[in-house]
């Protein structure tokens, strides 16, 4: 059974950062491109970003980019979303999400997500 | 910046026929997706590829494409359908980011 476990939200401030966490099991990690999602409250669904399955193609959201950044570590079937210079807007339930193939083309399964609050 | 666009709100009686829509310039390009989200859960897919759907998912859901608009049909509309469902597709011009379309909630009442 595929699972996704987010980890590492918190309450930051305004201008500090935050790194997340996804651990992956039940299926071969490396096999597959992953994404972060994200929602604010009460709001629709924003992509925000994707890595190829082996880490050589990341693409970012126009609002994150420059600001976050997303890794993975193969050995240790995790992903991560490395958020700095962080904004009240940023505020939002944060999803890991697996892809249907390598390189990019859907999303077929997510995690439960980890909140993070932007607020002073 | 490439776009999807779906209904706010679509309403049916148990057991009609709902149809939601998702309109997007490179939808003949690539395949929409489908997610349901129920209030407090995370999304779940029930459609991909354009018309496929996962194991585990009813036949009343299904999926069809015409030029730039994607339809998710659901067919005898329960009342535990009710939810909000996004379309999702990447854009055509290379750069592989994911977009949503804004969401639209289904009433079965």
């Known amino acids: 059974e595929v699972q996704l476990v987010e980890s590492g939200g918190v309450v930051v401030q305004p201008g500090g950062s935050l790194r997340l966490s996804c651990a992956a099991s039940g299926f071969t990690f490396d096999d597959y491109a992953m994404h972060w999602v994200r929602q604010a409250p009460g709001k629709g669904l924003e992509w925000v970003s994707l890595i190829s399955w082996d880490g050589g193609s990341t693409y970012y959201a126009d609002s994150v980019k420059g600001r976050f950044t997303i890794s993975r570590d193969n050995s240790k079937n995790s992903l991560y979303l490395q958020m700095n210079s962080l904004r009240a807007e940023d505020t939002a339930l944060y999803y890991c999400?697996?892809?249907?193939?390598?390189?990019?083309?859907?999303?077929?399964?997510w995690g439960q997500g980890t909140l993070v609050t932007v607020s002073s | 910046s490439y776009e999807l666009t779906q209904p706010p709100s679509v309403s049916v009686s148990p057991g009609q026929t709902a149809r939601i829509t998702c309109s997007g310039d490179?939808?003949?390009?690539?395949?929409p997706y489908w997610y349901q989200q129920k209030s407090g859960q995370a999304p779940v897919l029930v459609i991909y590829?354009?018309?496929k759907r996962p194991s585990g998912i009813p036949e009343r859901f299904s999926g069809s494409s015409s030029g730039t608009m994607a339809t998710l049909t659901i067919s005898g509309a329960q009342v535990e359908d009710e939810a909000d469902y996004y379309c999702y597709s990447t854009d055509s011009s290379g750069n592989h980011r994911g977009v949503f379309g804004g969401g639209t909630k289904l009433t079965v009442l």
């Open positions: 999400a697996k892809d249907i193939e390598k390189a990019a083309a859907g999303i077929v399964y």
């Open positions: 490179a939808l003949p390009k690539k395949y």
């Open positions: 590829e354009d018309s």
